[in-house]
């Protein structure tokens, strides 16, 4: 198992453009590496995820477009399915104390959701922490065990983005997703999905809620 990668995570990512950039077989929505999150998967979840998040928006009357949740979606998956991997390669769980902890407190906070679909929200909302707690994992196996936190997260965030340069992140070009810079990003939305410099499972600013209220009630989440 290699140690150490000569390419830093900026430049890696930021010479990937890897939306659309070969054609993914029928019914396939992300190509993470050697797996896939299939289209029916990825609809799964962002269903799921819209009622559980339609009652807080239709109390404020707002609502986000379809396309927006379900590009989301793709890119909190994405994030998760190569965690998974990278946690593979190196032999590594996501056990830290504090992803446990907030695990913990995530599956406490959405007992009011309806339980058919309280599993799709941990894997939306807990993916930031759970990306986190392996890149620190891989990174105290990098290192040694040797080394603050913040140098620990940071070889893991290395090790990441050496991955998906090695393996490659596709997605359908309907989700309008891509790599760059660093993040997963919903274009054209102001959204990104980080992977270098932090991973966070909020959104970095909110969708168009007027355009989203111009959609029919089958395009769009909430009112």
């Known amino acids: 198992m290699s140690k150490s990668r000569p390419l830093g995570a900026v430049a890696v990512l930021a010479a990937l453009a890897l ?8 019914g396939v929505a992300v190509k993470v590496g050697d797996e896939t999150i299939s289209t029916s998967r990825l ?6 995820f819209c009622r559980a998040i339609e009652p807080q928006l239709e109390s404020q009357a707002e609502s986000i477009q379809n396309s927006f949740l379900r590009s989301y979606v793709a890119g909190t998956m994405a994030l998760r399915s190569v965690a998974d991997q990278v946690a593979v390669e190196f032999g590594v769980e996501a056990g830290g104390e504090e ?5 913990a407190d995530l599956r406490r ?13 941990i894997e939306v909302e807990s993916a ?8 620190s994992a891989v990174g105290e196996e990098v290192l040694d065990g040797a080394g603050e936190d913040a140098e620990l997260a940071a070889a893991g965030r290395e ?4 991955w998906i340069s090695e393996h490659g992140v596709e997605f359908d070009p309907s989700l309008n997703t891509e790599i760059k810079d660093g993040a997963f990003n919903i274009r054209d939305a102001a959204v990104s999905f980080a992977v ?11 969708p168009n809620a007027v355009a989203a209220r111009e959609l029919t009630a089958a395009q769009r989440c909430g009112r």
Do not use: H, K, N, W
């Not at 939306?19 to 029928?26: F, N, R």
């Not at 992803?99 to 695990?103: A, D, E, G, I, N």
């Not at 930031?128 to 890149?135: I, K, T």
């Not at 270098?196 to 909110?206: L, Y």
């Open 19 to 26: 939306t659309g950039c070969g054609a993914l077989q029928p």
């Open 43 to 48: 609809d799964e979840v962002t269903s799921d």
């Open 99 to 103: 992803y446990l902890q907030q695990v």
């Open 109 to 121: 906070g959405v007992e009011s959701v309806p339980e058919d679909i309280r599993e799709s929200v």
């Open 128 to 135: 930031a922490a759970y990306v986190e707690a392996v890149q």
């Open 159 to 162: 090790e990441f983005d050496a």
């Open 196 to 206: 270098s410099e932090r991973a966070t499972s909020g959104m970095a600013e909110q």
